[in-house]
Structure formats: C-alpha cells, structure tokens
C-alpha cells in the first residue's frame, strides 16, 4: 500500500458513516445485540451542523470584537483596557526613603473582558480578567496574592423586577465603587472609598434596574461569602447580607458614568444602602488578624447631572466591634465631587474634598483629602481613550505633615 493510498483510507475511515474495510481483509461481523442508539437533541443538533462565519465579527469602538449567532441567541463581545500610570509623592514624615520623595511607574490596570449571552437573550455573562501586577497584587518577591479572576458573573432577567445575578463581582453597595475605574472623572476613587470600601465578593443578588418599568426606583438584596475577591477556603458561617435601594425622580439616565457627556437637562439619582458582614471581612480587612468582627455598614449617595456639570457625594458609617469590645476600623466618612466639561471642548475638569472621622478606641486613622484634576477625552472616543492628570493632599490631625500626590495616567480601551 502506497503512503497516498494509506492517507485515503484514513479520511475514509474518519468521514464515513460506516467502518472501512480494505481490500483483502475480512470484515468483522456485527454485534448480534442491539446497540442502543442515542437520541439526539434536536437544537443543539442545529447548533452543531451551523457553519462557522468568522468574518460574521464586527468591530465597535470601545465595545471591542464582536460575534452573535444568526438567531441573537448566542453573543460574546471582546474588550481590552490598560491604564498607564506614573505617581510622585511626598511625605514629609517619611525616613525612608530620604529624601522624602518617592514615584512610580506602572500599568495601574489591565484587563479583559468578555460579554454576551449564551442560549437566550436573558441569559447574560460578563467575565473579568486582572492582568497586571497592581492587579493581581504581587508583592515585593514577585509571588501573586490574587488570580487574574476578577469577575464571573451570570445574570438571568426573564422577569424584569426580579433579575438574579450569581458569581463574582462587585457587591452593590457604594455607587462610586461600583463606577467602572474607566469612566472615573478623577485618576482614582476617593480616600473615603478606600476606607469604608465592600469590594468584590462571590454570591448572589436579586434586583432590577428599572423596577415596575417606571424609570424611578432600582433595588438589589444579595447575601455573600463576605470573604472577598478570590476566597475558596473553609470558613465559619459567617455571611454578608446588603440591600440596596435607589431612586432617580427624573428618570432613568447613565448614572454610573461621573462626567455629563449628553449635557441635558436635569437629572439626579439618590442610593441608599446597608450591608451586615457576619465575617472577618468582604473584600478589604478591617480587622487586627486575629478576632471576628461582626459589622454594620451604611452608605447613602446622590449623582447630580445638567447640561455637562455633575456632582458626586456619599456618607459612609461602618460599627463593629470584637468580643472584648476592641474596636475595628469603624467610624463615619464622606465626600463631595463636583466636575464639568468645558463647553464646546473635550476637557473636563474635577474637584474633590473628603474626610474620615474614627470613633473612640477605633483602629480608623482621620483623614481630610482635598485636590483637584483635569482629563482631555479623545474626539468621540471620551473616556474609551483619555489622558488625566491630578493632584491631592492628605492629612490626618496636622495639616503641615500632610502628603501631596500628583499623578499622569493614560486610558486606552478598545
């Protein structure tokens, strides 16, 4: 038998629907017994037998590379993110280094993210990935302290009122943490934000985003492992229960997006959330390392828009508390973020003052934030492809050892 005859053979063997023979061999008879024949599923039969169109896929800016089956059931969309950051700083009761100036050069963020649907249009998913070394948190040996997982979420909304997301992703609690950091009019979120953060977490919520279909109230109620982003290990019984509520009078609008880039009309959305942490901590840990702290948690937040100016504000508090009364980072915090557009140009402007209050014995450190910045949105692409620029000064109780920061960064999204 030649190499091209034996090559033959195998296709024909591989393709046909009943076994090859060759020539000169004796067929083996058939099983007497009745072989039992499986049944197939006649939609995913279809699914099976459609060809494959990759020219199909379309480009979107900002949105990335996308494909959907002929019928709508099934889509995916491709999305890549990177902020380039460079920070300097200064602590005047810095001792190391000397003298008291330190920077930094990095890739504060990369990602990927995928989106789309799968079996039905009401059935969603939107995966995250964290690549960079900010991202995933690597410490001075170069040894990862977080996956590059940084959500997983599926959401089912075949009823409208009562959509149930499960995965992990960011719990629903504070509207500015909830802002993607890509549409921040700031480089980063507020120092109030850090303190009294819940951050990402595995478990599941029921909510909807438009309750009734009369574009006024929203509403979530999850309950969560209350460990945080990337937590597997056997714990306690300890959970996170939130429940979060929001009303916008004038009707729905893009109110998880800092910057008023439509410039229209009047437009406000007020939130109120609670959250009990049954745990040691959801995402940040509050805690001495030692003892559970049981938790509450309380944010009330509004976002004002009209024609390209807008404003940000949210109240924190957070009390708990050990079994020997020991006192974790518990205490009260807010700020307030007004921001515009310049007319007829692609430059916006921010400001922002916050301040933390600790209670007494609490671990909380006070903390006053003031500072200003200024971001240049590329023609069309706005926050897609923009470059900022911000300073900051923090103090705790003496103003004249506070700390001045000044960062650049680049966003390009595609």
Not at 166 to 185: A, C, D, H, N
Not at 314 to 327: K, P, S, V
Request: proline fraction near 5%.
């Amino acid at each position: 038998m030649s190499f091209v005859t034996g090559l033959v053979l195998l296709s024909q063997i591989a393709l046909a629907d009943e076994p090859v023979t060759p020539a000169g061999a004796t067929a083996v008879p058939e099983a007497t017994e009745a072989t039992p024949t499986l049944v197939p599923d006649r939609e995913l039969t279809e699914y099976a037998s459609a060809p494959v169109d990759p020219a199909s896929g379309k480009f979107k800016p900002g949105k990335g590379l996308q494909w959907s089956s002929a019928d709508g059931r099934h889509s995916l969309a491709l999305g890549f993110r990177a902020m380039f950051l460079y920070e300097l700083e200064h602590d005047p009761t810095a001792v190391d280094p000397d003298p008291n100036l330190t920077q930094q050069v990095m890739i504060r963020r990369a990602r990927i993210t995928a989106v789309g649907t799968m079996w039905g249009e009401h059935n969603k998913y939107k995966i995250e990935l964290a690549i960079s070394p900010r991202d995933e948190s690597v410490n001075s040996d170069g040894l990862l302290r977080q996956t590059p997982l940084l959500t997983w979420e599926n959401t089912f909304t075949h009823v409208r009122d009562a959509n149930l997301r499960v995965g992990q992703y960011k719990v629903p609690y504070s509207r500015e943490r909830v802002i993607s950091s890509s549409k921040l009019s700031m480089v980063d979120r507020s120092g109030a934000n850090s303190t009294f953060n819940l951050d990402r977490d595995i478990g599941l919520d029921v909510g909807s985003k438009d309750l009734g279909g009369l574009g006024l109230f929203q509403y979530n109620v999850g309950v969560y492992a209350g460990e945080g982003r990337g937590r597997f290990e056997a714990n306690n019984l300890g959970m996170m229960y939130l429940a979060r509520v929001n009303v916008t009078p004038f009707g729905l609008f893009d109110d998880y997006e800092a910057q008023d880039f439509k410039r229209t009309g009047l437009r406000l959305s007020m939130g109120a959330a609670y959250a009990y942490v049954d745990s040691p901590a959801a995402g940040k840990d509050i805690t001495d390392g030692e003892a559970d702290y049981a938790y509450h948690n309380v944010t009330a937040d509004a976002l004002l828009k009209v024609k390209g100016f807008s404003t940000e504000t949210a109240f924190f508090w957070r009390d708990g508390a050990d079994t020997d009364q020991d006192l974790a980072e518990v205490g009260t915090g807010f700020y307030v973020q007004p921001q515009m557009l310049i007319p007829h140009t692609p430059i916006g402007v921010a400001t922002r003052y916050g301040k933390n209050f600790p209670e007494a014995k609490s671990a909380l450190s006070e903390r006053t934030e003031v500072g200003g910045g200024v971001s240049y949105y590329l023609s069309g692409a706005r926050n897609k492809m923009k470059f900022q620029a911000d300073y900051l000064r923090t103090w705790g109780d003496d103003p004249s050892e506070g700390e001045d920061q000044g960062r650049v960064q680049l966003q390009c999204m595609f």
